[in-house]
């Protein structure tokens, strides 16, 4: 069953990390996520990925239990069998999906996902789901020079994290361009996917 929790910013609104418990359902203490901090390269952006684990943390998931891993080697198989949910962290939208193709994480990553286990995304870890980044990841730099901005096509909307008002021009302006749904999110909402149901929590 695919369950996937595609938050803007993370697990601020309490209903978003209620939510990420009952999908993996079971103890907190006993679930062990798979860290993905790989997008984060900015002195910003990692100040952000303490916060994404102390918000684990405030759940009640072990620190032990939170396996930090940078795209950079293998997963092991142990590391593959024992992981109840992926977490990818935010950061440059086209640096990370850069290296989830060179790594082979997205082929990890989509079986990973068929067995159960749950995918939370946060900002650029939730736009590389969608069916392109090339849009919603604009206000990244596309400092590597990344060509093919096809994402893993996981949901059929592309997402535009950290939405407010003054955004819906720009937003409109993407839906015009794109053959596809432009979904934003506001940093207090979340797009949960399970199968073919879709749901904003908020």
């Known amino acids: 069953m695919k369950k996937l929790l595609l938050t803007s910013g993370g697990l601020g609104n309490p209903k978003i990390g209620e939510k ?4 993996v359902d079971k103890p907190a203490s006993e679930i062990k996520v ?4 790989t997008a984060s390269r900015s002195e ?4 952000y990925i303490d916060k994404s684990r102390k918000e684990l943390i405030n759940l009640g998931i072990l620190d032990e239990n939170i396996n930090s891993f940078n795209l950079d080697r293998e ?3 142990e590391e593959k069998n024992n992981s109840d949910a992926v977490y990818v962290c935010g950061g440059n939208t086209f640096y990370l999906l850069h290296k989830v193709r060179e790594s082979g994480f997205d082929e990890v990553l ?3 996902i068929d ?5 939370v995304g946060v900002s650029a870890g939730s736009i590389i789901l969608g069916p392109d980044i090339e849009l919603t990841a604009t206000p990244d730099p596309n400092d590597i020079n990344l060509q093919d901005t096809k994402g893993l096509g996981l949901v059929d909307a592309a997402l535009s994290p950290h939405y407010c008002k003054e955004e819906e021009e ?6 015009s361009k794109a053959d596809y749904e432009i979904l934003p999110l506001t940093d207090n909402q979340a797009l949960l996917v399970t ?6 929590i908020e």
């Open 20 to 23: 990420v418990l009952g999908l």
């Open 34 to 37: 798979l860290f993905i901090p």
């Open 44 to 47: 910003e952006d990692i100040l």
């Open 75 to 77: 997963l092991t198989d």
């Open 110 to 112: 989509k079986r990973l």
């Open 115 to 119: 067995k159960g286990v749950v995918y």
């Open 170 to 175: 720009i937003v409109k302006e993407w839906s």
């Open 195 to 200: 199968d073919d149901k879709t749901e904003i």
